[in-house]
């Protein structure tokens, strides 16, 4: 069990500001690496007082401009420190977009992360620089498959889901299928052999107050 840690910008005039409109601009400023670094440092403060045995992981995700600000490693370890939280309970997400980089950098970041005993996983997958050789040397643990495809599982989409799937059992990868919105779409990812799932059918986002009374009673349910 995890929840995966979304940032949003409160404006004081514009009101809260989706990610898609200020993070590509964080990319190219450079801003990225400090607020990654607040990020981290914030969801796993947050995550340390998370109920449960075992308590969900965090999964935060790291942009490829973090990675190649060559700061990563640390901002991690750092915000492990301050927090306490176990790298068990801690997964990080890249996208595909790590495929169209150079993997000189961006292979030793993640391995020298899974040594930490945290897991990677691919985000977004099947919608960008997919490449069976990059996919195969990077060191991830977890393929995740995109909304799009999940939306669509009932018609064009369920053999490419069911493709991936034969592909991940074939690297020893997991998938998860996120964006999952309605019980017969999950019904239909268990039975092709997806059974980990993530979205609103299960859970809507939820301001970080308001987290720890969800999952106490979520496991009173």
């Not at 898609?20 to 340390?48: H, Y």
């Not at 945290?118 to 919608?127: A, N």
């Not at 996120?178 to 019904?187: K, P």
Request: hydrophobic share 50%; net charge negative; charged share 20%.
């Amino acid at each position: 069990r995890a929840l995966e840690a979304l940032v949003r910008w409160e404006h004081p005039t514009r009101g809260t500001i989706h990610p898609n409109d200020f993070i590509p601009l964080a990319e190219r400023s450079g801003d990225i690496v400090p607020i990654g670094r607040w990020v981290f440092e914030q969801a796993c403060i947050a995550a340390a007082s998370w109920p449960g045995t075992p308590a969900p992981a965090v999964s935060l995700n790291v942009s490829v401009a973090q990675i190649i600000g060559g700061t990563v490693v640390s901002d991690v370890r750092a915000a492990l420190v301050a927090s306490g939280l176990p790298t068990s309970r801690v997964h990080l997400e890249v996208t595909e977009t790590v495929f169209a980089e150079d993997h000189k950098l961006i292979i030793p970041t993640l391995v020298a992360l899974r040594e930490m005993g945290i897991s990677i996983s691919l985000d977004d997958f099947g919608t960008g620089f997919s490449s069976l050789s990059y996919l195969r040397s990077l060191p991830i643990d977890t393929i995740k498959i995109d909304k799009s495809f999940v939306d669509d599982v009932q018609n064009e989409s369920g053999p490419i889901i069911k493709a991936i799937r034969a592909l991940a059992d074939a690297l020893a990868i997991e998938v998860i299928a996120e964006g999952v919105e309605t019980a017969q779409d999950a019904a239909i990812l268990i039975s092709m052999g997806v059974y980990l799932l993530q979205g609103y059918l299960f859970a809507q986002p939820i301001p970080q107050d308001f987290v720890v009374s969800w999952l106490l009673d979520a496991d009173a349910r």
